[in-house]
Structure formats: C-alpha cells, structure tokens
C-alpha cells in the first residue's frame, strides 16, 4: 500500500513537473533557444496566484488563465525585442543573454518580493479523500488535472491549428516556411510566448504545492531540463510521459534515499540519459 501511495504521489507531481517542462520544451525546439528565463516565469506565475488570491480571492486555479496571458505578453515582449535581435547567432549566445536576463529577473522579485517563503492558505481546501487506502490529496489531484489538460490543449492547438502548423513549419524548416508566406520572426514571439504562457500557468497551479519564492526558480529549470530530456525535445507527449516519470522517480527516490536526495537522483538520471539516450523516450524531429 505504501507503494502505491507513493506512486500516487509521484504521479500528481508529474502531472505538474509535465505542465512545467512543455513550454520550455517548446520554445528549445522551435527557436533552438535553451531559455534560462523559464524557472523565473513559473515564480512569476506563482506570485500572480499569490496576490490575486491574497489581495482579489481569486482561486489559484481560477489565476491560471490570468497568470499565463500576463506571462505571454512578457515572453513575446523580451522575445521580440532582445531576443529576436540576436536569434540567428550560435546557441551559446542565446543561452548567454537568457541567463543574463534570468539574472536581472531574478534579482528584481527578490527587490520586489524579498527572497522570504510564501504560501497559500486556501480558505476552503478541497482537503483530502481516502479510496482504497489510498489518501487522494484533492487539491494537489485538481491541479494536476489542469496541468494536463492545458498541455493536452497545447498538443491540440500545434496539432490542429493554423498558428500551431506555422510553429511545426517553422520547427521543421525557418527558410522553407518564409518562402511560404509565414512570418518566422513573429511565429518565434508567438511561440516564446507560448512557452511562457505555460510557465505561468504551470507557476499558478504550483502554488498550491510548493511554497514561493525567487529562490525556487533554478529548481524549476532543473524539473523542465529534465523532463524534456527524459521525454523527448520537441515532443508534447513526451513531456507528459517524461514529467510522470521524473515525479514517479522523484517520489520513491525520496522514499528509498531521504527526500533532501530526490532531486540529485533527477539530475543523475538526467546525465545517464544524455549518455545512453540523449533523444528521450519520445523524441523525434519534428512534432506530431
């Protein structure tokens, strides 16, 4: 039983870790830009939640789509006016400026915010139901689902769309998807955008998890650059199967080794991935 209560565990968390990871998955295989910004954006998107709720009593699950568009606008503001300048350049001068930018983001919430922990204290929690034996922590479960559902969405929009078949034109061939007509810097904004979108819905939905902080913006990095290596770059699937995974081994390496170990197992996992599978579960060139 204990078992399946930590499965259970790992699975929401994944839920959450897939929400995170996709639209940094998105944004690296698109622009081929490993955007260090993407930690800051979930903080951002967890603050969002924090002051909505705090100061509005707005639902963290009802700041979702209010975190996201607010990040949207950000992200394709700083894609299209410092990013887009140096797009062509090698990715080590992308990586370069989105550090730099991660730095002066960073530093500002913790101007602005101080780096002390906050929480949210739900008036009305969803609590937690027992099944089985098993403790569903309803909350945590809600957000999960969320999660999923935005990221389903996203599949669906890049799937079905006409702005979603720009973004795979572009992701296939920038110079082949000009001479049909797309416009390749505005599809790059839209698409960093997305990206950020997803980071701060992923941020709002976290705040009911994790506490927030300035301070828990390189673990959040950490979770996205794992996840899309264990599912796949450039795989929306893949983040999904790759974020229930990283939770699930999250979960019972925290069991087996203390929880203050669940992350090194990450990130070990992560190098042995990169030397014995470096495109993932579900990687592929293009996306489905």
Known sequence: MLTAQIL????????????????????????????????????????????????????PYLSVPLSGIILFFVGFAIQRG???????APVLTTLVL?????LIVNNAMIIGF???????????????????????PLDRLVAML????????????????RIGRAIVAVRMDAE???????????????TFGIGAFMAGAAGSLLSLVFPISPLNGTEFLGIAFVVCVLGGLGSISGAIIGGLALGAIQSFGALWFGPEHGLT????????????????????????
């Not at 622009?31 to 709720?53: D, E, M, Q, R, T």
């Not at 082949?176 to 904004?189: F, N, P, S, T």
């Open 176 to 190: 082949a998807a000009a001479l049909m007509g797309v416009e390749v810097k505005k599809i790059y904004a839209i």
């Open 265 to 288: 197992i990450a990130f070990a996992l992560l190098i042995l991935l990169l030397i014995f599978k470096p495109t993932g579960i579900m990687g592929r060139k293009g996306y489905e």
């Open 98 to 102: 989105t550090f730099g930018l991660e």
């Open 114 to 136: 101080s780096a002390d922990y906050l929480s949210i204290n739900l008036q009305n929690p969803l609590g937690s139901k027992l099944i089985g034996g098993l403790v569903l």
């Open 146 to 161: 969320l999660a999923i559902i935005l990221t389903v969405i996203l599949y669906y929009i890049l799937a079905r769309s």
């Open 8 to 59: 259970l565990n790992g699975i929401v968390l994944g839920g959450l870790y897939a929400c995170i990871a996709v639209g940094f998955s998105l944004v690296w295989g698109v622009l081929n830009v490993i955007n260090i910004l993407h930690g800051s954006f979930v903080v951002l998107g967890s603050y969002i939640a924090y002051f909505a709720y705090t100061y509005l009593g707005i639902h």
């Open 82 to 88: 410092v990013i887009n300048r140096v797009i062509a």
